[in-house]
């Protein structure tokens, strides 16, 4: 068992048991006497694994008829680009919900590719909060968000009102609550934050809503040939969609979506309790949007920076330095992470108090 705290911000923590089944797989998989990394993609023993992934989003998620879940390559990032090809019309325009660094690189991406209009920012106070009151015009061709804003460790709470398609990047609290698939048009997520290794990129999107675009898409880009091809146009991520499969195994066995928003409600507010009432830590995130998933803080005086870095380092917690455009800690709290981990964190930090 691992001794180490692991609050990294992503690639993540995984379950232990994820990473035994995932190890053993490497050296032999189902009892085939070959590794996972070796066999083909076509393979029954991987078809398998491909076609119990996309069942079980489709259960853990009760994700309804008309859907496809992909599994894709080239993360999140390329989800900015396949959100614009796919879903924005060559005189179109995309609307963006501007609430972090990752909001921020996908409506770049949409200038690029084609017009934008960010229907509000919270750039002017560092991302610490999310707009709520502003317009969406019903001349843009979707409204895109960013649910959980891994940086500055704000979230989403209320779906905003929408007569265009949302479509959602999730990369970083996917799998961590409720959600109604059908408020979306499309939802993203890399896996690497709550759902397996870096390499593969979860997609559901409404199929009525493919092939209709006139732009020329890229057929790498192009999500209605790789919902046809069920994730097979080219050769797929295969070791991280299996990790995948096994995380999502461990969360239906465990109680699936219902039960991991309970422990992460719980998870959450253990730590934003001592940041609450401990004078020497403050949240950097407004009280109503905190994220669930990275929970930001600073130390109210930067003198005693030296001793809290010891104690941390010496109770065995690692990846706890907030991102440099925020400063202070980052404390990601995913899925993955047992709540003994973050009694731990709280310990110190209430060491630093006496
Ligand atoms: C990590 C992250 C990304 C980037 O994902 P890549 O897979 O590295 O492209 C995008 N959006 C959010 C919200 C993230 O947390």
Redesign the pocket.
Known sequence: MSKVHNFSA?PSILNQDVIKKASEAVTNFNDLNLSILEISHRSKDFVAVMDNAVALVKEILNVPEGYSVLFLQG????GFLATILNFMSKDGTGAYLNTGA?SK?ALQEAKKLGNLNMVASSEDNNFNYIPKVYPISTNDDYLHI?T???IFGTQIKKLPVSRIPIIA?M??DIFSRKINVSDYAMIYA?A??NLGP?GT?LYIVKDSLLGKNDRTIPTMLDLSVHADKGSMFNTPPVYPIYVSMLTLEWLKANGGIEWIERVNNEKAALLYNEIDNNPLFEGTAAKEDRSNMNVTFVLTDESKKEQFDQLWNEAGISGINGHRSVGGYRASIYNAMPIESIQVLVDTMKKLNS
């Open positions: 992503g993360g999140a990032s390329t990752w690189k960013t959980n804003n891994t990047d990369s970083s890399g690497q934050k870096a990129t």
